[in-house]
């Protein structure tokens, strides 16, 4: 398998999905190795940064790429096969930040109340537990919670010369913030340029569902995918794989028609799967699906549904892709 290893320089990164010349090509079957910045920039690293003085909205969701996979055209499915995921510092960094997130008034949810105020956590990785640490700011209490990575950002750019904020979720993937997109998932994106021109960034040491302050615990990854794709097929919304789960995720405002949106897109994906009537997907879909939030703070929000793979038959989807790149990452691994 051909590997490609790329760490960005500040002047590299994208800050948009569409817009951006591409860093480099790749050919589908390529492991890529990986570096990404975290949210901020990396201007946030200890509890006295604030974002009002360190970061600037211009330079926020640093993206690495984009990535240009050959022969991907429109209508094709992009498959990213996320390898491993691993933070590249022992410290990773939360904050509240003024009028942003899903307990505070915003811009869209205007109220006549001060904004919550600016408070930076920042967070112990401990590598060899698997653990961080969270130390409250206004206590001694102290907390270890496991270590899961994930990535915020996983997209491809958008149709229609559009380019897109790193901060927006929507049809092309982008700002989704769902831990779903973590080592050994598989992330289906449907093609709307020629080369897909894919980027990933945003990762998070952890995350609980809905990111409700409006940060996780941010910080830079090291990230280890295997790229592929498959000609035609492409989705509407992405979809994710998991050993145990299919997965798929929509984006919008209010947050009930970004789950009607990942709701819409499950029970067309039943229906391929199992050569179903919308009708018969959709009640199979009512009785097995999970609905978490993935995040309520982005410029739309993103609803995940997730069927466990336990209550239904056997299928291959995408033609068994996901196994076979569970298999081609265990020999990367070595």
Known sequence: M???????????YAWTFGGAEPALRVRPGTAMRLWTEDAYSGR???????????????????????????????????????VD??????????????????LTGT???????????????????DARKRSLTFEAARSDFRLDLPLEPMLG???????????RSSLV???????????????????????NVPGAL??????????????????AVEGA???????????GGAPVWPRIEHDDAIIAVGSSRPLEDAWRIAQVEMVQWLSELYGLDRMDAYQLLSQTALAPIANVVDTNYSSVVKIPKRLLPASAAYDGVHRHLRESAAALRG
């Open 2 to 12: 051909d590997t490609v290893e790329y760490t960005p320089t500040f002047e590299q």
């Open 44 to 82: 946030i690293r200890q509890t006295t940064d604030l974002p009002s003085a360190c970061v600037d909205i211009n330079f926020v969701n640093p993206q690495t790429g984009p990535f240009f996979v050959e022969g991907a055209e429109p209508g094709d499915t992009l498959v990213l096969h996320f």
């Open 221 to 231: 990854m090291n990230v280890t995918l295997i790229v592929d794709l498959i000609k």
């Open 85 to 102: 995921l691993e933070p590249a510092r022992d410290w990773g960094v939360s904050t509240t930040i003024p009028f942003f997130g899903g």
């Open 198 to 215: 894919f980027s990933v960034g945003d990762g998070h040491y952890r995350q609980g569902e809905g990111e409700a302050c409006g940060t």
């Open 153 to 163: 950002t996983v997209g491809v750019a958008p149709g229609g010369r559009e380019a």
């Open 107 to 125: 811009d869209r949810t205007a109220l006549l109340q001060d904004p919550l105020p600016e408070v930076t956590w920042v967070y112990h990785v």
């Open 169 to 191: 979720p929507e049809r092309f993937g982008g700002n989704m913030d769902t831990p779903e997109m973590r080592a050994g998932a598989t992330c289906y994106l449907g093609v």
